[in-house]
């Protein structure tokens, strides 16, 4: 099984042009993107369950089920966001069925762990599936940060932690070599500060490729992947056109982000927020991560669990048709052709 997820992956990666020039526009024919998305929501999985109005998706081929929203870490740190208010969000969204928490040790200078941990206490941490990153490229920094993460958290282990910003081409040599990051995050496993371990980026698929190669290489199995899903990443340098499929032939849980690109692709006038995350939530993702800053944003992720329904191929072509001239530089996907999302970029010495 191992060799031949190993050949899959090759074959696929190789098969691709690495480093994509920026802006560089990679348009399907609309038939053809709806078909696959409708194919590929049919592989959402078995067992999608709902309580209340929430929806509960397995994550991956681990046991782990949570729910297809989760509270984006960013968001609640901000410096504009008072403590009381992050708190009563993050509580507010655990009470009405969210389980997923998504945080990140540089978020806001540390400030989102710190809120999340103190939000957790009184018996919510036993509530939720706790996720974070860690921006660290060696073995010591990578441990340095997740030892600070546990305690920022309040916790003593870390349901999944993730290697954070995987966005340049040696991101993955730099990770899986000697003394790399994931030494420490194997060794964190074993002592039980972490249950799973996962990768984000948000750059490039063919660096995500690259990320899955080197790990067959090395005979390990990522737990989950976390990369951009939307309607403007079905038309340009798409990751759910060659990144998905792959996740889900080899079982690892799919975490989406970027629903609205922090409102760039919102701003583009061709969406809705509703249908923006119905259609992330269409695709066979296990969970679908978005930025949370106020009771009414709240709301509105909780309405769109609710009367959540998978799109039709009538739908989706709808949907694509509107959003595929927008989409076909980029310009709403800032995070794939500029530095701006790029926290690691404008802060080197967090790698280590």
């Not at 560089?24 to 999608?48: N, T, W, Y």
């Not at 989102?112 to 206490?121: N, P, V």
């Not at 769109?304 to 039709?312: E, I, L, V």
Request: aromatic share 6%; with cysteine.
């Amino acid at each position: 099984m191992e060799i031949s997820r190993r050949n899959f992956l090759k074959k696929t990666s190789s098969s691709l042009a690495f480093g994509v020039a920026a802006g560089q526009s990679i348009l399907r024919p609309l038939a053809a993107a709806a078909q696959a998305v409708s194919e590929l929501s049919e592989r959402r999985g078995q067992g999608e369950t709902r309580s209340g109005d929430m929806l509960y998706r397995a994550l991956g081929r681990t046991k782990e089920r949570i729910s297809v929203i989760g509270l984006g870490g960013y968001h609640i740190g901000k410096p504009q966001l008072s403590e009381a208010d992050s708190t009563q969000i993050i509580r507010n969204a655990i009470d009405r069925g969210v389980t997923f928490m998504d945080n990140c040790w540089d978020y806001n200078n540390g400030n989102s762990e710190i809120r999340m941990g103190k939000a957790l206490r009184d018996g919510y941490r036993q509530k939720v599936f706790l996720m974070t990153k860690i921006d660290g490229r060696t073995r010591q920094e990578a441990a340095r940060q997740m030892d600070e993460s546990l305690k920022r958290l309040q916790t003593d282990h870390i349901d999944l932690l993730q290697h954070h910003e995987v966005i340049r081409p040696e991101d993955p040599d730099r990770i899986f070599g000697e003394g790399g990051a994931q030494e420490a995050m194997v060794e964190a496993r074993k002592a039980g500060k972490i249950r799973y371990i996962g990768f984000t980026g948000h750059k490039d698929p063919s660096i995500h490729l690259r990320m899955l190669d080197m790990a067959a290489k090395n005979h390990f199995h990522f737990d989950a992947v976390q990369m951009p899903l939307n309607v403007m990443d079905a038309h340009f340098r798409s990751f759910e056109d060659r990144v998905l499929p792959i996740l889900l032939k080899n079982e690892i849980g799919v975490e989406a982000m970027k629903t609205f690109g922090d409102n760039y692709i919102l701003r583009s006038k061709t969406v809705q927020p509703i249908e923006a995350l119905h259609y992330s939530m269409t695709l066979p993702t296990s969970v679908v991560i978005t930025g949370i800053d106020s009771l009414q944003v709240l709301d509105q992720a909780i309405e769109a669990a609710r009367t959540f329904k998978p799109m039709t191929k009538e739908q989706i072509v709808a949907l694509l048709s509107r959003t595929r001239e927008a989409a076909g530089t980029g310009q709403f996907e800032l995070y794939k052709i500029s530095q701006h999302f790029d926290g690691t970029a404008h802060n080197p010495q967090w790698l280590g």
